[in-house]
């Protein structure tokens, strides 16, 4: 079955950067779209990034736009999320999640950008 593992965040000043990372195993990695969500307190799931299995094809949500950068590494089975010139309103619990079970999801990862 599906399982995904977060890790990467934490406490950053404004204009900072991170670089998320996103272990997959249980399903054929390669195989599968993915893509990053972010949640906030009392706020639905955002979709951040999206990208198709091969890479070829890449989309954002519209608050980071010019400022995240999705990419994977298939056969290291491991998604990315570069995040840049971040906000404070990028502050929330970061998930990758899989095409191939939209249903699963790991346990996030803390994102702060704060002075």
């Known amino acids: 079955q599906v399982h995904l593992v977060e890790s990467g965040g934490g406490l950053v000043q404004p204009g900072g950067s991170l670089r998320l990372s996103c272990v997959a195993s249980?399903?054929?990695?390669?195989?599968?779209?993915m893509s990053w969500y972010r949640q906030t307190p009392g706020q639905e799931r955002e979709l951040v990034a999206y990208?198709?299995?091969?890479?070829?094809?890449?989309s954002y949500g519209d608050s980071v736009k010019g400022r995240f950068t999705v990419s994977r590494d298939n056969a290291k089975s491991t998604l990315y999320l570069q995040m840049d010139n971040l906000k404070p309103e990028d502050t929330a619990v970061y998930f990758c999640?899989?095409?191939?079970?939209?249903?699963?999801w790991g346990q996030g990862t803390q994102v702060t950008v704060s002075p």
């Open positions: 249980g399903f054929t990695f390669s195989a599968w779209s």
């Open positions: 999640n899989s095409g191939r079970d939209r249903d699963y």
């Open positions: 990208i198709s299995d091969q890479g070829i094809i890449r």
